[in-house]
């Protein structure tokens, strides 16, 4: 399990990944995945990113509906600024 702030995402400012500014990415990732997922996983995951007031906790399976439905559909600096994001739990 592992735990993602959407709220305060760290977001890459260049290709260069050299600096960072934090970001609330919660309408357009959720938005994303609401509008353009398939299923009710990814209906769910959706509405959790969106409605979340910090760190949520990410299972398997949403880690893998968002970097699927990511990869496609959201920008490259989002997707690419995910690993940073994410802290395990231990």
């Known amino acids: 399990m592992v735990k993602i702030n959407f ?27 609401y509008l353009q997922g398939v299923g009710i996983a990814q209906a769910e995951l959706a509405l959790r990113i969106f409605k979340s007031d910090g760190p949520i906790e990410m299972s398997a399976d949403d880690m893998n509906i ?25």
């Open 66 to 90: 968002l970097t699927q439905v990511g990869r496609l559909l959201l920008p490259g600096a989002i997707i690419d600024s995910l690993e940073m994001n994410i802290v395990k739990e231990e």
């Open 7 to 33: 709220k305060e995402f760290q977001l890459y400012t260049g290709c260069d990944k050299a600096t960072t500014i934090p970001m609330d990415v919660r309408k357009r990732i959720g938005d994303t995945l």
